[in-house]
């Protein structure tokens, strides 16, 4: 079938096997199909790739890595007059750790805007996104909502792809969507399913939820990243 060049894209918070948090971008269904009819006419073959939709997302979606110091509180039991004095004052003292989170993101902006997971991010005191050319950029918190799980972030960088907004609505249960972030850290990686429902709601996953179900592949480092 005739791939069209042109995509628009969604992005809301999406559970995967009710679990996993993302970033969506939904490609119209005209890039993968001419025919809107229900039925297919005979004959009628899925592309025999997909690689097209996947080098009109792909730039966009970045690596996101993140860094946060936390504080380790000493055990309470050292401030026992009992017990301090079998041990040195350092040791009542608390220490310090840095902490590594890694997701994904999508720019959404010329300007170097893109939306990721909240708890991707939340209490970072460091950030770094990786674009898939390679380049690596610093990034700072523009704002957040918990709630949502989403976070928008402005990468300092220049000359950025970007993913267009589109409209959710759109999504039928049986659309074929490949997801698109950075599993375990590997890099960017692209598995692929359907959509196996929408409007997921009470699964106690967020105080506000609707969710978008798919089966395609989802495993941690892909929260924030893209489903095309």
């Known amino acids: 079938m005739k791939l069209y060049r042109v995509a628009a894209f969604l992005f809301t918070s999406i559970a995967t096997g009710l679990a996993a948090a993302l970033i969506v971008l939904l490609l119209r269904p005209e890039l993968l199909s001419v025919d809107e009819t229900p039925v297919p006419p005979a004959g009628t073959t899925a592309p025999a790739s997909y690689a097209d939709a996947v080098a009109y997302a792909a730039p966009a979606v970045v690596n996101v890595f993140a860094t946060k110091i936390t504080r380790n509180r000493p055990n309470p039991l050292l401030h026992d007059p009992l017990f301090r004095r079998f041990f040195d004052e350092r040791a009542t003292r608390p220490?310090?750790?840095?902490?590594?989170?890694?997701?994904s993101g999508v720019i959404i902006n010329e300007n170097g805007y893109l939306l990721t997971n909240n708890h991707v991010i939340e209490g970072a005191s460091?950030?770094?996104?990786?674009?898939?050319d390679g380049r690596q950029f610093p990034a700072r918190v523009v704002g957040t909502d918990p709630e949502t799980d989403l976070a928008v972030l402005q990468a300092a960088g220049g000359?950025?792809?970007v993913a267009t907004l589109g409209d959710s609505d759109r999504l039928r249960v049986g659309d074929v969507v490949m997801a698109i972030g950075n599993p375990f850290g590997v890099g960017q990686t692209v598995t692929m399913g359907i959509v196996s429902a929408t409007g997921r709601d009470q699964l106690g996953l967020a105080?506000?939820?609707n969710f978008i179900?798919?089966?395609?592949a989802i495993n941690p480092g892909n929260s924030g990243g893209a489903l095309i």
């Open 95 to 103: 220490t310090y750790r840095r902490e590594n989170s890694l997701g």
């Open 126 to 132: 460091e950030i770094q996104v990786v674009l898939r």
């Open 159 to 161: 000359d950025l792809p």
């Open 207 to 209: 105080p506000i939820e």
């Open 213 to 216: 179900q798919t089966d395609a």
